[in-house]
């Protein structure tokens, strides 16, 4: 098992934590995501899989949904 916290810029309501987590949730091995809210700021993406995920592929899907992968918050 591997957990691993990512900052995610652009986030400000419920639809975008919700767009994130059906995107990080769709790689592979991806089995849990949380997300801690920073309206405004660099809200906290926490990934739980079987695996550690390669995070040029969590990059990929944080900009499908629309926000910006940054440095862990």
Request: charged fraction near 15%; glycine fraction near 10%.
């Amino acid at each position: 098992m591997s957990t691993t916290t990512y900052g995610v810029d652009g986030m400000t309501c419920a639809h975008c934590v919700a767009s994130v987590t059906e995107e990080i949730g769709l790689i592979p091995g991806a089995e849990n995501v949380s997300v801690d809210l920073v309206n405004g700021g660099t809200s906290r993406v926490t990934v739980t899989s079987a695996v550690a995920l390669d995070r040029s592929l969590v990059a990929a899907a944080v900009e499908e949904a629309g926000y910006q992968l940054v440095a862990a918050a």
